[in-house]
């Protein structure tokens, strides 16, 4: 059983580009959810959801974050307008049944 | 506001011993728990959870203990051995904050042969 997929591992964006984040989740697991770790920081919430629906987005930034999970393919965060702030490592967790969390590998931003 | 909160950033520990990690949490509506093991560059892999209903849970050489009146969480690992050296991060999640995880800040554990 394959892990959690997220593509690409790296990503190097210039400012003001818009930067695409994809997470394949276990099979069998219908949650997805996506988390941000800054540099020397743990990892912080950022949403929380299911095919075609957006559970919980608590932790997304207002202006610029979005994310979907669609009925056919990976889930995406989109970050558009890309600030040097948003330099991170973005993991994505996907569970079966809403407790345990299994993390894929994370895709690591870069914005220059 | 850091509602889980791990106080050592980093423990040393020889081969062999017990490797006890702490950590505090401050929602008293948390009731599962987690901790996760994460090396440079890769995801956190899951080791083990305890729900607020049980004490102690026991995976090998992994046990979580839970003390729900001091708010307080530890991860033993016995015996301690190299291949552990990594960051372990504690994680936390209930009714209020649904099955969103709040984690700590992490503690770089160290093996040393």
């Known amino acids: 059983n394959a892990g959690v997929m997220q593509n690409p591992r790296h990503l190097v964006r210039r400012r003001g580009q818009e930067a695409r984040l994809r997470c394949s989740p276990m099979k069998g697991h219908s949650h997805v959810y996506w988390y941000r770790q800054l540099p020397e920081e743990g990892l912080k919430f950022m949403v929380y959801?299911?095919?075609?629906?957006?559970?919980?987005e608590s932790g997304m930034p207002k202006e610029r974050f979005s994310a979907e999970f669609p009925k056919e393919g990976p889930s995406i965060l989109r970050i558009q307008q890309v600030v040097r702030g948003d330099s991170a490592a973005y993991f994505c967790?996907?569970?079966?049944?809403?407790?345990?969390?299994?993390f894929g590998p994370g895709t690591r931003l870069t914005v220059t | 506001d850091q509602q889980v909160k791990q106080n050592s950033p980093s423990l040393s520990v020889q081969e062999g011993r017990i490797s006890i990690l702490n950590c505090d949490y401050t929602?008293?509506?948390?009731?599962?728990f987690l901790w996760y093991k994460k090396y440079p560059a890769e995801g956190p892999t899951f080791l083990i959870s305890i729900s607020s209903i049980k004490d102690k849970n026991e995976d090998g050489r992994f046990t979580v203990f839970l003390n729900k009146s001091a708010k307080h969480l530890s991860l033993h690992i016995v015996p301690s051995q190299p291949g552990d050296s990594a960051v372990y991060f504690c994680a936390a999640s209930g009714e209020t904050s649904g099955s969103r995880l709040t984690f700590g800040e992490g503690t770089q554990l160290t093996v040393n042969p």
């Open positions: 967790a996907s569970s079966q049944d809403a407790y345990e969390q299994y």
């Open positions: 959801l299911q095919k075609e629906n957006i559970i919980d």
């Open positions: 929602n008293s509506m948390f009731d599962y």
